[in-house]
Each structure stands twice: as C-alpha cells, then as structure tokens.
C-alpha cells in the first residue's frame, strides 16, 4: 500500500501514522483517532488490520510483544519521515489555497 | 442439538455483496454459516435475527498453511474487539458478522480495500492464469514449429488439428479474468483515490468456465481424430484425476496435521508428479505392449531375413503392379492412413518380399485428400520445396527437383516428374487433381506413358 504506487496518504493512513507517535495496541488507536478528529474520522479494524501489516511490512512501523490483539505499535524514523512529508504536502495545498482561494476569499 | 444445512455457492471470492446479501438472508430465516468449502458452505439454526455481515479477503494466506493462521487470528481478534465476530473463514477468506445494525464497517478505507482486495486477485487469479498462460503458449510455440517443420505432417494429424483450437480456448480464458483484474484495479483504484469510493469488482469467472469447458469438449472430439483409442484418453484423464485428487486429499490432510506451508507444498508436488509419472510409464508401457495407435493391417504371411521375422501384409491398395504389369513376385501390400478434419494422407506401398523377389517391380505412393484449396496449395508447395537442386562450390547444380510435365493425359490439372543430375528424369511423378494430390514412385519399372496414363486413371478422384 504504502508503496511507489500510493505516493500520498490517505486520511486514515495519516492519522495512524500520527497515532502512533504514542505506543499503543489496535483497539487504543480506533479510540484514539476518533478522539482526535473529534468522530470525523473512524477506521474500521478490518483496514486498521491491513494497514497495520502493510505499514509494518513497509518499515513504516514497529510491533512489540506477541499477543494475539495486544500487540503494542509505534511510529519508525522512516514512518515519521513519511508523516512529515505528507504533512509538507498538504500544507503546500493549504498553502496554494491561501495564494489563489484566500485572495478571492478576502474583503 | 442443532440442526445444520449445506448450500451450493458457485461465487467467487470478488463476490463479496452477494455473499452478505446472502448471508443476511440466510440470518433472517434461522441459519447461520459455521464453514466455507470451495462451493459447499454449511450453516447452522440459530433464531431468526438481522445479522449485518462483512466479506473480507484474506491475502496472506495460501491453500497449504495450516488454518487458522497466526495472522488470520490477529486480524480476527481485533474485528472481535469491535463487536465484528467470526462466522466462518477459508485461506483466502474471512466471513465476520455483527448483530449490531450501527456497527463501524469493517474496511472503511476504499484505497486500503481496494488494494488488499487486489493483492488476493494477483495470488489467487492473475499469478495460476499467468503459469497456464505460458504453458498454453508453449504448446502453441511447439504446434508452430511442427507445422514448420512438416506442414502435410501436422495438418493431416487429426490430434493435432483438432487439440490446437483447445489451446487457444485455453489461452482466451487464461486471459480473461486477469485482465479483468486489472481493469478492475485501474478503475478503483482511481474511484477511491478520487472519490473515495469502492468500486465492486465484476470478474467474469463464468465465461472463463464456459471457455475451459468448450476446450473439454473439443479436446474430446480431439480424442475421436486421433490414432489412439479413446480408452487412451480416458485412461490419461484418469490419471490426471487421481494424480490431482490424490494431491488435493493430501494437501487437506497435511495442512490439518498442522504441517508448514512449504513442506506441505513439496510433498504435494511430489506426489502429484510422481503418479502422474509412474501413470504414465505404465500407460505408455500397455500401449507399446499392445500396439495401441499402430495402423492395423491385414497380415497374410510372414518370413525370415537377417535373423527377423517380417510380416507379410495383404492391405487393399488403390492401385497395384499387377495394374500395370505382369509379375508373378510374392509382395508385401502396406496401406496407413492418418486424417484430420483438414487432410487425409493415405500412404502405400507394395515391395516384394526380399530377397526372393529382389529386383521386383516396387511401388510407393502417397495419396493427399482435402477439401481446402489452400491446404491442398500447401500440400503441393511441400513436397515440390522437399525436393531442391543444390549448387556445388565449383558453380555446378546437383540437381533434385520436380519439373512440370503435361497434365492432360493423366487429366490432372499439374503433373511433375522428378529429375536427378545423375539419373535425368526419374520414375517418381507428383500429380495434382482439384482435392486430390498423389506422390508416385516406382522402382525396377521404367511405366510407359500408357501404365502412366492407367495408374492415374486409378488414383484420380474419381477413380
């Protein structure tokens, strides 16, 4: 997934990136994501499941310990790399917005 | 004790709507699913309630692993966390289900579905299709070489003919659902990058049946035009049912012993090959040892020489030396024929039995029917082209070709006798008649224009 092909992140994707700036197990971070995007976003554990082995799988993340369901995840170097790229990404776009939008947009 | 029932469900795994359509329906009448087969899923009763189910694929797990794996528990503990239970599952699926009717989906990311969707496409479809892929065109490439090779050969092997178009069946549906598949990924990929919106695939496995099953029946049909019994046939087919049948039961039984992925693998290839071998040797072995696909011919004698019985064989020919001239030589008359639906080549010989008789007028011709113009083209372009001068390395021409003599009285419409360097012309003749074209050739006898113009009066068409 978060391969060539997929060149920017989807919301979901972001969020748990940015999640697992913080340790935490599989139910923890459903919680948490909904927590800090006050509900508007929600993965369901299905793709919580696939991106969690596809971002370990990508090196974008690391597991520790081995119980089924409790296994702890954290965010890598490489996976906090593509979180801040991702996060230049978009303030490019917010940023092109203000310039192009924002001008309109103003009095 | 509960009660349980077996459906038949000819889906396939991409129909994931219509197995929770399914499901849902089933819920609501009292069943509920306990287990996946290939077809066959079974159900147990339950109350009547609204179940809300979910279709996952799972890609990370193959045929031979043994189920569940530490991965499917994973991934199925962590659905069980949010309410999402298991019904039933299968190496390449999982089947949850919540009686929770505002339940969080469980793939709720189109691009992650799409993609997880598409990793299962590409082990389950596109990577087997591909394998049957090449080995279609690998048969395709050695059917070209031979035809290359020996056109009349190849054309006149009903076998051949008839199995090439089994090939090319083979290959359209090797084709089909793959690009299917990728069709498919292309366009959803776009829709949930775009739009954020998951795009059901429709791959059309029914057709890919529908092809395999036209190439069976005509590979049948191959078995009739060949030289070989049917009961050849189906001795090979069984065979490859008991090699694969066996297999498969193995691979069941490994895989619930818990024995690992790659073993289970190597000791089901092994098996497999290994009785497909030893069947084979031993069908190959009945077949040399009763002379299964040899042309039958009507034995009227035999006799000795260099320390070998030969048979002597009394098989109708068309045209005989006794039609041309008088002989009181004891001969040996040899008929074989192989057809297809395209060509029939029917080759004969009558030589005297040696050495009694050696010195004996002999005779070999070979009689090519078809209705096609353009085989018949072929036919005559072969065996004009097997004959060719050649030039020496001192500029001179050793020549071996066919050169046109009159048809009219032999009322062909091309006739052509061979020339040697050394010999001039000699008494082999290529005579071409609309549908019909004979290769003559004669030894100890010179035939007059007369025993000529009384061979072709015999092996013309209408003869």
């Known amino acids: ?107 | 004790m509960s009660r349980t029932k077996r459906l038949f469900v000819p889906l396939s795994p991409y129909d994931q709507q219509a197995m929770e359509t399914l499901l849902e329906r089933q819920a609501a009448q009292g069943w509920l699913l306990t287990q996946t087969g290939n077809w066959i899923w079974t159900f147990t009763e339950i109350q009547p309630q609204s179940l809300q189910f979910a279709v996952t694929c799972f890609s990370r797990a193959s045929e031979y692993d043994p189920l569940p794996t530490d991965e499917q528990q994973d991934k199925e503990a962590l659905c069980a966390q949010s309410g999402w239970h298991l019904a039933a599952r299968r190496h390449d699926l999982q089947i949850f289900y919540t009686a929770d009717a505002d339940a969080l989906p469980l793939e709720t990311d189109p691009v992650v579905r799409v993609e997880n969707l598409y990793r299962t496409m590409v082990r389950l479809t596109i990577r087997p299709r591909l394998i049957t892929l090449v080995l279609c065109l690998f048969w395709m490439g050695k059917y070209w070489l031979d035809f290359r090779q020996d056109a009349i050969r190849f054309l006149s092997d009903g076998f051949d003919v008839l199995s090439l178009p089994v090939w090319l069946l083979l290959l359209v549906a090797c084709m089909v659902e793959p690009i299917a598949c990728l069709v498919w990924h292309r366009r959803a990929k776009h829709a949930a990058e775009e739009s954020g919106l998951f795009l059901s695939p429709r791959i059309p496995t029914r057709v890919s049946w529908v092809l395999v099953g036209a190439a069976i029946l005509l590979l049948c049909l191959a078995a009739f035009g060949s030289t070989l019994p049917p009961q050849w046939y189906l001795a090979w087919l069984l065979i490859c049912v008991v090699a694969i049948g066996g297999g498969t039961l193995l691979r069941n039984h490994l895989q619930r012993q818990d024995i690992p992925a790659g073993l289970n693998k190597t000791a089901t290839g092994f098996l497999v090959l290994a009785v497909y071998m030893v069947g084979i040797v031993v069908l190959l072995a009945v077949s040399l040892g009763s002379r299964l696909g040899q042309p039958d011919h009507v034995v009227a004698g035999s006799y000795e020489q260099n320390g070998h019985t030969r048979e002597i064989y009394n098989d109708p020919l068309p045209l005989t030396v006794e039609d041309l001239t008088e002989t009181d030589a004891t001969y040996s008359r040899e008929a074989t024929t192989y057809a297809s639906p395209l060509l029939r080549r029917s080759l004969y010989e009558q030589s005297p039995v040696v050495p009694q008789y050696a010195g004996a007028p002999t005779l070999w011709y070979t009689i090519y029917d078809t209705d096609f113009t353009f085989v018949q083209d072929m036919v005559v372009h072969q065996l004009l082209a097997e004959h060719q001068d050649e030039v020496n390395e001192d500029g001179t021409v050793l020549q071996d070709s066919y050169f046109s003599i009159d048809p009219a009285p032999y009322g062909a419409q091309a006739a052509y006798q061979l020339q040697r360097s050394s010999l001039g012309p000699v008494p082999m003749y290529l005579l071409c008649w609309p549908g019909r074209v004979v290769e003559l050739q004669f030894a100890y006898l010179i035939p007059t224009e007369e025993q000529l113009t009384k061979a072709s009066s015999l092996l013309a068409p209408s003869a």
């Open chain 1, 1 to 107: 997934m978060p391969r060539e092909r997929f060149k920017t992140l989807t919301e979901q994707m972001f969020y748990l990136l940015l999640c697992l700036r913080e340790e935490c197990r599989g139910m923890e971070i459903l919680e948490r994501v909904r927590q800090m995007t006050d509900g508007r976003v929600s993965i369901g554990s299905g793709t919580l499941y696939d991106l969690l082995e596809q971002f370990t799988a990508e090196g974008w993340i690391e597991a520790t310990g081995a119980l089924r369901g409790r296994r702890r995840y954290h965010i890598t170097e490489k996976g906090s790399a593509m979180l801040a790229k991702e996060y230049e990404r978009l303030r490019e776009q917010i940023r092109d917005y203000e310039r192009y939008a924002g001008k309109e947009a103003q009095p």
